[in-house]
């Protein structure tokens, strides 16, 4: 077994043996999913919004729950714990690759997005939320979000390796927040303001929501969408991974 | 004579805000393989640094070092398989059993599961933690974490062992307890590379200290060696202690005694 492998099962490990810090996890995007749902669904009725195709509401929100959801990885706060307590540095003297430190928590939080993911649309279908695109959408769906945790979840590690405090490693979390909602969050790109249109075409992660929601409420592959929400994770996460070989290498 | 750990000029150079800073300044070690060698110096005066340069965690910025024979800047890989660390803080992960970190460690060092299991019980039973192996580190007391972090040091049975102030803050029936263990360590052959700052501990366990004050080793030798010096510098008759040697080596002065650690203040 790889060293990243035997460090993602502690990790793992480790988030099992913390379930207090799943709860706002699950908690907060459901939260969002049920507030912004229940203000605007008697304006957007499955009925008579062509964007919803036949769903309510929840549906079209769901994808920003999931993407809320996987920016709450825990393993950078766990990170800097580990720096502050010593462990890091056993970890560093260790003969193995100092990046699979890095990356075992990150194949932990992948894992763990997995099944959150995974659990959010379980809890959202009693409440009349399909997977339009059927079981393999569903699972590219669980991929994507995944991913998606990965490299957010990598970007906050390279913000605790850098600044070696939970106050900053927290703070730049904060950072997601204005990403997440310059997007076409409520209503379809087209149905934005154009100062607003132009602020979300901008924004990467605007493109990863509208290829979450095209396999929530599209029967068929959006193979253009789909494309460019993961051509978005691609390149984030090679810009993660290499900021990360860099600071994990230079760490003194 | 072979050399479990050679340092020639050894520099450590930091850059902050207000310019450079030379932590380490050029200091010369040669510590015979199978020894106890004892690194003393008041709080700042550069033994963790030179620590952590010898164990690969922080670059040399000028001089050489060599450890269990292998340079540490060429191939600190090769260093890391052959030697053991336990830093100041036991550096634990509070959130795994004893029983899964040392595990976890012999994993990192190349064993199978099966290897893994095994050495972790003996090891277990070699700092008597066998009773408590399954519970949560985070509940261990800091003498228990101690002989853990020590235990997780040896899953590989290291050439070198180092061991930066293993007893600081513990009480003195623990203190004695990783004693006994560094000696049980050193008489299977290991060579035990310690910082501490209880000149006792470096009387009781060392077969040769070296002093170290803002930076450059002041003094180093074995002590009784020192001791002796010391008292023929003298020349009045009185016996001094390693305190004694410590004292003079810095040029500070008594400030206080309590219990049976003395601190030492510029």
Redesign the interface.
């Known amino acids: ?1 790889s ?1 990243t492998t ?2 993602g099962g ?1 990790a793992v ?2 988030s099992l ?2 379930p207090d810090a799943l709860i706002p996890t699950i908690f907060i995007p459901l939260f969002f999913l049920v507030v912004n749902t229940g203000q605007v669904s008697k304006i957007f009725q499955a009925d008579t919004t062509a964007f919803l195709q036949g769903q309510g509401y929840a549906a079209f929100q769901l994808p920003t729950s999931l993407l809320l959801a996987a920016s709450f990885g825990s393993s950078a706060l766990f990170l800097v714990e ?1 720096i502050e ?12 690759s100092r990046v699979s430190i890095v990356f075992g928590r990150l194949w932990s939080e992948g894992i763990k997005s997995l099944a959150l993911t995974a659990l959010m649309v379980l809890v959202a279908l009693p409440f009349g939320v399909r997977v339009a695109s059927g079981v393999a959408g569903f699972a590219v769906l669980l991929v994507l979000i995944a991913l998606w945790a990965v490299v957010f979840s990598g970007f906050m590690q390279l913000i605790a390796l850098k600044s070696r405090s939970a106050a900053a490693t927290q703070a730049g979390g904060m950072a997601f927040f204005p990403l997440l909602f310059i997007t076409p969050n409520f209503v379809p790109r087209d149905q934005l303001s154009r100062l607003m249109e132009i602020a979300a075409s901008f924004n990467p992660v605007t493109y990863l929501m509208e290829a979450a929601r095209s396999l929530v409420l599209d029967p068929t592959f959006q193979w253009a969408v789909l494309g460019k929400g993961f051509v978005v994770v691609a390149l984030a996460m090679a810009v993660m991974v290499a900021l990360t070989v860099r600071a994990i290498n230079d760490y ?1 | 004579m072979t050399l479990a750990v050679e340092a020639i000029a050894l520099v450590k150079r930091y850059r902050g805000k207000g310019g450079e800073v030379d932590a380490v300044r050029g200091i010369d070690l040669a510590i015979p393989t199978g020894s106890v060698f004892g690194f003393l110096g008041p709080n700042g005066a550069g033994k963790s640094t030179t620590v952590r340069m010898l164990t690969t965690l922080m670059t040399i910025t000028a001089g050489s070092a060599r450890v269990a024979g292998i340079d540490v800047a060429a191939d600190p890989d090769a260093v890391r398989r052959r030697i053991g660390v336990a830093l100041q803080e036991a550096g634990l992960d509070p959130r795994q059993t004893g029983r899964e970190l040392l595990r976890l460690q012999c994993r990192l060092y190349g064993m199978s599961s099966a290897e893994a299991a095994e050495r972790t019980e003996e090891l277990l039973r070699l700092v008597e933690l066998e009773d408590s192996a399954d519970r949560n580190v985070k509940g261990y007391s800091g003498g228990m974490k101690r002989r853990l972090d020590l235990a997780s040091a040896l899953v590989h049975r290291p050439e070198v062992l180092f061991l930066d102030e293993p007893t600081t803050g513990l009480d003195p029936a623990s203190r004695l307890t990783i004693w006994e263990e560094v000696r049980r360590i050193n008489e299977q052959g290991t060579t035990v590379f310690l910082t501490t700052q209880y000149l006792e501990e470096a009387d009781q366990l060392c077969d040769e200290v070296a002093i170290i004050d803002d930076g450059l080793i002041v003094r180093q030798g074995s002590p009784a060696a020192l001791k002796d010096e010391l008292a023929r510098r003298r020349g009045d008759g009185s016996v001094p202690t390693l305190d004694d040697v410590f004292l003079d080596a810095t040029g500070r002065s008594r400030a206080r005694v309590a219990g049976d650690v003395q601190e030492v203040q510029a």
């Open positions: 077994m060293d035997v460090l502690r490990r480790e043996r913390t580990e307590g010593g462990y890091f540095d056993k970890l560093r003297a260790a003969p193995i003194e």
